[in-house]
């Protein structure tokens, strides 16, 4: 079954403009799935419109077989959310918010305690639980709002930015419970600007911008379609002029570093024999950008992502 | 065959009747529980913060009791045939239900909306009038909690014993209900902080003030009782006073109709707005 399908959904504002121009979109039950896209791409506008925070245009969306227009309670009932913006009360304790939400979702109030328990342990905030919101660092409230969304048990979780703002350790031990999550049969929609972190959890990608969907695959599929990476190798020896290495494209960073293109044609053991022959020694090797947001930013800055040439930068 | 299709096509009907009747059950309990949620929440809040909304109405009651019913009232003397102290208290108790009530909600509400928290209940399956049901039983809880102190402040002053105690209870419980929709409307529309102090300051307060709180209109010329009967708060400030004191200005009929008419409405106009997403949604 599709946890989530929607079809030609357009949103255009008040003030003209048009946020999405026509998106089809279908997420399988089960699936971790990444909606990725530049700022103002369309990505919170369409999860506003999946979670009813904002009226659509037109369009169609469907959770888990109901209908949001005609069955809005049962969809909603499906849908957990973590927005990108913290939206908790301020002055309420943790205990009270995460019991609160449940009772929003008609969790009886007994079950709610023994569910915000376990989940504000998960999220490690069950020792803060008597303290108001307000007196949580900016990590402590993005865990509270993934506790809160995470109390009635949704079948789809969407999480907009979960880890924005959140240290290295936490972030990991987020990724591991979001895995957790997805592996006991919920289906997460994941937004990030962390694209190793979309490529490390997610199975299925959609990149949107500018209000379209610009690729929807699976995301082995979509890197695949990275035709190229850039390395960039220390050298032992500082050098003066950049080596001269045929059929790699190659730029100089400094009198260490020098950046080569390898494109999915060529081998790495090639531009080594390269190197040695040139009397040239790495110390170490490194991938430019991940390989996600290389190809992330091809796609949204236009740009085919099979060409050989790519961005010098 | 024919009769093995149709016992079939029977059977595909009992259960999805049964399935729409579970999902109603069920949509019925969610907003049961949720209902329970939200009252529990606003009347927690009402209590959290009792010296924003409990303390400060009592202190003014008093010495509007202290000022008006003391002081001045024993030189003006008696009021259709009352002590002048004990004519102005059912008033002093409606006029801080009033407010309570109102500012309850517009500020309950619009801190929700501000501070974007509004959105736990509005992404739940909550209905619309699971939402402004749970809003005004906390409005309706601190006009009743302010109204029973002035009470209590009240009797410090002077005797009341109520003669009608189910008019009381009715109009009291009614009119708290309106001002809680009235201030539920107004934080729907309201943007900034000035916008839920307007309706307060420039509407509430003047209308309160001319709505027989401390006079009988019998006082005014025919001009300005026409003028003064088109103020809704005299109708309740009146049926109030006639619960207590079994005096009114008004026919108490006329009363009742006006204000359960009023809170139809802005029961309704509120339903209305809110679901159409008006000030909540983008």
């Given amino acids: ?313 | 065959m024919n009769r093995a299709a149709a016992r079939e096509e029977a059977r595909a009907a009992d259960f999805a009747r049964e399935s729409d009747q579970v999902k109603a059950e069920s949509l019925l309990a969610i907003n049961l529980i949720g209902l329970r949620t939200i009252m529990r929440k606003e009347i927690k809040r009402v209590s959290r913060i009792w010296v924003q909304t409990i303390v400060p109405p009592a202190i003014t009651m008093s010495l509007y009791f202290v000022i008006f019913g003391s002081l001045i009232g024993r030189r003006i003397g008696e009021m259709e045939g009352m002590p002048y102290i004990a004519y102005i208290a059912p008033g002093l108790i409606m006029m801080a239900v009033i407010t309570n009530s109102f500012s309850n909600v517009v500020s309950s509400f619009f801190g929700a909306k501000l501070q974007l928290y509004l959105e736990e209940m509005l992404v739940s399956p909550l209905s619309t009038a699971t939402i402004v049901v749970g809003y005004m039983v906390g409005g309706i809880f601190r006009g009743l909690a302010v109204g029973a102190l002035v009470t209590v402040v009240a009797l410090m002053f002077t005797r009341l014993s109520i003669v009608h105690p189910w008019i009381t209870l009715s109009v009291v419980v009614l009119v708290a209900g309106v001002f809680s929709m009235a201030g539920l409307l107004n934080a729907i529309f309201a943007k900034t902080f000035d916008d839920i102090s307007i309706v307060p300051t420039f509407v509430l307060t003047p209308l309160t003030y001319l709505g027989g709180v401390f006079f009988s209109i019998s006082l005014l010329s025919p001009t300005w009782q026409a003028v003064a009967m088109a103020n809704p708060i005299l109708y309740m400030v009146n049926a109030f006073r006639y619960g207590v004191l079994g005096i009114s200005d008004i026919p108490i009929a006329v009363a009742y109709s006006l204000i359960i008419g009023l809170f139809v409405a802005l029961f309704s106009l509120n339903m209305w707005l809110l679901s159409k997403g008006r000030g909540i949604r983008s």
């Fill in chain 1, 1 to 313: 079954m599709d946890a989530l399908r929607l079809e030609n959904l357009r949103k255009t504002y008040p003030n003209g403009v048009e946020a999405l121009k026509g998106i089809d979109l279908t997420v399988e039950e089960g699936d971790f799935f990444a909606l990725l896209g530049p700022n103002g791409a369309g990505k919170t506008t369409s999860i506003g419109i999946i979670t009813s925070l904002v009226n659509k245009t037109a369009g169609r969306v469907v959770v888990f077989g109901h209908d949001m227009d005609r069955e809005r309670e049962a969809a909603k009932a499906c849908i957990g959310v973590v927005p990108q913006e913290v939206n908790l009360s301020m002055f309420e304790k943790l205990i009270d918010i995460v019991v609160n939400q449940a009772g929003y979702y008609g969790v009886p109030a007994r079950l709610a305690r023994q569910r915000a328990e376990k989940y504000l342990k998960a999220l490690h905030l069950w020792d803060r639980r008597t303290d108001i919101a307000r007196n949580l660092s900016g990590g402590m409230k993005r865990r509270l709002m993934i506790a809160r969304a995470l109390v009635h048990e949704p079948r789809l979780l969407i999480l907009d930015e979960p880890t924005a703002g959140v240290d290295i350790e936490i972030r990991r031990s987020m990724w591991q419970l979001m895995r957790a999550i997805n592996e006991a049969g919920v289906t997460i929609i994941l937004t990030t600007h962390y694209l190793e972190e979309a490529e490390s959890l997610c199975r299925n990608v959609a990149i949107i911008d500018d209000g379209r969907i610009v690729e929807n695959d699976r995301m082995t599929r979509v890197l695949r379609k990275l035709h190229h990476e850039t390395f960039v190798l220390s050298l032992e020896e500082p050098i003066d002029a950049l080596p001269q290495l045929d059929g790699y494209t190659t730029r100089l960073r400094n009198e260490h570093e020098i950046e080569v293109e390898v494109t999915r044609d060529q081998n790495i053991n090639q531009l080594f024999r390269l190197l040695s022959e040139k009397n040239l020694n790495v110390h170490s090797m490194r991938n430019k950008a991940n390989r996600l947001e290389e190809l992330f930013l091809r796609l949204v800055e236009n740009k085919p992502a099979n060409t050989s040439q790519g961005p010098q930068a």
